[in-house]
């Protein structure tokens, strides 16, 4: 038995040793990710309990009155809903259109490097300064929309219903009107976010391999659309799941136009009103840090979820390797 | 060697700053289109009587709301300004935060402060458990705002005195084809036209540190602002483009703050302007909010020197020439009676649009804050309703009021 004891001694402290430097080389990795994430949505969870609002010296705690009023007030109904439209509305779009523009582009050639610069261009801008360009653009009266949809006055146009009355009572007021503003920021979204679908989708393109195509048309698969449905659709599964997590993230995260086009309220009747924009007017503007900090964790929630779900399918079927 | 130069070098640029003896304080305002002209224009002979004083500007803020907020993140960051700009419905929380300091040292050592202009009346908006915490540098009330080449286009010769009758001034230019006849400044900051159509009728929002909402005047205010917004067909516009159409001349009537007076002036279109008293519920108001803000001293320096520099900027901009400037640039009124008087002596005679806010002064009552911490998020609430009025989300205004007053209820202190 000493015998083996002294014989692995020397083995172990290895060991030992070999873990300890594991360790302190990923000791200043290890404290930043806890110190600027983890510990910051500790506070933020430990917050969403309490009613601080900054600059008091002291704060109560509220056990679960800050996520009872998220789900019981109108308000955050419609930071709900208004959330959810622009999800719901955004990601399948922008998903389609990216996925479309790629399979054209691909299709291309050479040219086609044009069209990947323009339809990129908007990604590469910023949100914020193009919210601004938007807005002078929908401005009721001297915005280039409602002049352009003017110029279909006097003429056929007018028989369609939108026309006709626009005509008549002039054109909506797009950015004060609650029946258009979460459109308006949908379609900013669409617009701003689909070209960065495009390029992961032409990325996730140039990996699929020939070969499959030409086995496909051998067993029978003439049409493009059956070559779209038996191969590409199915190659592109990891790409497609990345990109509808990513775009779904982002969704969630919308702030820049809404901040722009309204930053008191968040759209007429709180129709734009989105989470991001909810947690900085509770958070920020209004310092009431409990239940920013509540809404902040709902937040957190929903992405988790979707970046569980996105683990979930690309460990369970997706992966054609 | 190195060292030697490093050393001899900092002790020369040291020396040069004694030299000087420049005093810095920081500075902050709101609302940049509106007051940029009048700081502008008190700098040239600031630094002329006070070449040792260098005021440093920092970025304005948006709003009274930002104002506020931003000071209270400055608070808790630890960089105050010396001397902050703030609305006159947003003093009493930087007061019961500690944030904001008592003015009574720096008067008390004044010889003539009386005679400089500040009397008790100005005095008492920034008064608060009988000691002044501020010096106001601005008061507006709310007016009317008329077109009058548009006005006589869609038929009407008078100037409207009632709402009833700004109703039906609004019908008579529809019919005469005029698109946009009203614009009314439900939007503007601080909840401050619910505070006027409560004032109209000599009621107060805030009483005894309880919010009104729930009395059946502010019934009748959300019952008004009703039948202004759906008989007039009010556009739903955000206050700015408000301002820059009704200065291109697309509106008929606006009523807004005499605040705004001085920017519209400067970007007017080609038509006659003219002010008007603002219309009561029936018959003239009872009173009205008094609006602008206050200068108030924050400096967290222990030193001496910039404190006395931060007390003479606070005077300078609310008294003498420094106070004529803001009626000259703005359409405020300086609360300040020897500018008023002496200064300004002959100024509203040739500015008889700026003379209709001064007529309507027996009427100034307080711009009411709301109790507790969530002042801001009160605001909101109130905002938030009126907006559902105006988008016409909201018709049963008994329903409307219900749904209000429980929303502030969660916000207010043991609520």
Redesign the interface.
Known sequence: MAVLDADLQPLRKEENRQARTAWGLAAPALALMILILLVPVCVAIVLSFSNYALGNPGFDWVGVQNYERLFTRSTYEKMFIATFTYVVTVVPISVGLGLGAAMLVHSLGRIGDIYKTIYFLPVMATLLAMAIAWEFMLHPTIGMVNRTLAMACGTWMEAIAFFGNGCADGFPLWLRDRDYAIWVVCFIGIWQGFGFNMVLYLAGLTSVHRELYHAAEMDGARSAWERFRLVTWPALGPTTVFVVTISCIRAFQVFDTIEAFWPQGGGPNKSAYVMMFAIFEKGVQQNLIGIGSAITVLFLVFVMFLTLIQRWLVERKVHYG | MKLTTTAMVLVLSASAVFAEEKVTIEFAYPYSHLFDVTYEAMMPAFKEAHPNIEVKFRATY?SY??AT?TI??E??AGNLPDVTMQGLNRQAPLID?G?AQSLEPFIASEADFEKDGYHEAMLSLSTFDNTVYGLPFSISLPVGYYNIDILRAGGIEELPTTWDEVIAACKTMKANGI?NPIFWGW?ITGNWFVQALLWSQDSAIVDGGRVTLDSPEALVALEQMQEIFTECEM????WK?ALS?FSAG?IGMMFWSTSALGAVERSQGDFELVTGPFPGLDGAPMGLPAGGNAAMLTSTSDDPKVRDAAWTWLKYITSGDGAAEVAKTTGYMPPNKAANEIILADFYEQNPNKQTAVDQLPLLRDWLAYPG??G??IT?VI??SI??IV?G?ATDMNALQQ?MVE?VA?LLPNG
């Open positions: 948006e709301e930002d907020n209270l993140r608070a808790v935060k944030i698109d939007n556009q739903n516009l955000e483009a159409s697309d911490d969530n801001l998020a909101q905002y938030d907006e559902r988008t989300d749904e929303e969660d």
